[in-house]
């Protein structure tokens, strides 16, 4: 197959978009032309056939860079949304520590009180849930527990971001 060919079924099998896209485009197109380039011995087909069957199949290797970068980004929620909880956690540990009776009065007379607290349980377990399935799986995750993390950082997300918006 040829480099021209290859890079069209890898187009309509990359599910990347925006300049990370571009950027994997063009370095895939500069390797599949290198590794032929550096076959001078052969006829240009034969060396672009040569370097694209040792590339593999343009929807595996679409399919791997859309599970490395799924991976990557269900570990950057996750740990963002660790980051978040913790430091709500810390917000009550504070109004703990000065007893919630001390706290702000708007905070303790909100009706959305209760939901702030249980949103903030949720958020913590969510974190923990996800921790624990990066833990048993390995740091970052693999592929197929990457739905399973990006699941978990979601619920914490959702949960934290709810909590907090009780209270305001």
């Known amino acids: 197959m040829s480099v021209g060919r290859w890079l069209d079924a890898f187009r309509g099998a990359l599910t990347v978009r925006g300049r990370l896209r571009t950027r994997i485009l063009d370095e895939v197109e500069s390797h599949l032309l290198e590794a032929a380039a550096a076959q001078p011995s052969l006829p240009r087909a034969q060396a672009e056939a040569a370097a694209t069957a040792a590339f593999g199949d343009p929807a595996d290797v679409a399919r791997g860079f859309a599970e490395e970068l799924g991976v990557r980004s269900a570990t950057r929620a996750t740990r963002q949304a660790g980051a ?85």
Do not use: C, K, Y
């Open 84 to 168: 978040a909880v913790a430091l709500f956690a810390a917000a009550f540990v504070v109004m703990g520590s000065n007893g919630v009776r001390h706290a702000a009065p708007w905070i303790v007379s909100s009706p959305a009180w209760p939901l702030a607290f249980v949103g903030a349980q949720v958020a913590a377990a969510a974190t923990l849930a996800t921790a624990v399935r990066f833990a048993a799986g390995g740091w970052p995750a693999p592929p197929e527990r990457t739905a399973d993390v990006a699941r978990g950082a979601v619920v914490a997300s959702t949960a934290g971001v709810l909590s907090l918006g009780a209270l305001v």
